[in-house]
């Protein structure tokens, strides 16, 4: 190789290692710029995220008390009612109050109404609108606790009973065949249907 084809092909080298070496730096601008964009998409995914996380705690925080307002409404109802009038079943009771709530080791239970007189007590668990799982609850484990939560109470009879709103006719049949008694709202009065 001669002296000059030698220089020629430095002098190519040179111009390919320039072309190489400007190329190596619009990719690493442009790999800096997308990783830019991407950060930036990231971050307002992220705080869009955010934001629809904090409508769904806004949203679940209403929702909660729609349901809280709609049982109070509905334990207020049964309560008044029952108050005026404290017989169910043809059995009258001398006493009224709601709330009762008590705790005994592990178990702790609470009981929306509650009617007694000397020899029976009427355990009114109330639901705006009552499901299959509130009478399986009611029959095995309220009453099952109350027994262990107030046993001053364990010579009693007891009679439970399902209060709501709004109720499926297969839900109050099997209630009934089960010896709950059924209190269910009708207009401005209730209706009281009794096992048996």
């Given at each position: 190789m001669t002296d000059q084809e030698l220089k020629d092909l430095v002098a190519r080298l040179a111009i390919k290692?320039?072309?190489l070496d400007a190329y190596i730096k619009r990719t690493s601008e442009e790999q800096r710029r997308m990783s830019a964009e991407t950060d930036a998409k990231i971050a307002e995914t992220a705080a869009q995220m955010k934001r629809t996380d904090e409508k769904l705690e806004r949203i679940g925080v209403l929702t909660?008390?729609?349901?809280?307002?709609?049982?109070e409404v509905a334990e207020e109802f049964f309560f008044n009612s029952l108050a005026h009038d404290p017989t169910l079943a043809g059995i009258h009771y001398d006493y009224i109050d709601k709330?009762?709530?008590?705790?005994?080791?592990a178990t702790e239970d609470e009981y929306?109404?509650?009617?007694?007189n000397g020899q029976d007590i009427a355990l009114i668990e109330v639901k705006y609108k009552a499901h299959d799982t509130d009478l399986t609850k009611l029959l095995t484990k309220k009453i099952s606790n109350f027994k262990t939560l107030f046993p001053m109470y364990q010579?009693?009879?007891?009679?439970?009973?399902?209060?709501?709103?709004?109720?499926?006719?297969?839900?109050?049949?099997?209630?009934l065949e089960q010896g709950v008694i059924v209190l269910q709202r009708k207009g401005d009065v209730m209706e009281s249907f009794i096992p048996g």
């Open positions: 290692s320039e072309e909660g008390g729609i349901a809280n307002s709609q049982g709330h009762w709530k008590n705790r005994v080791g929306d109404i509650i009617l007694v010579n009693y009879a007891i009679h439970p009973v399902l209060a709501s709103f709004s109720i499926y006719e297969d839900l109050k049949r099997s209630a």
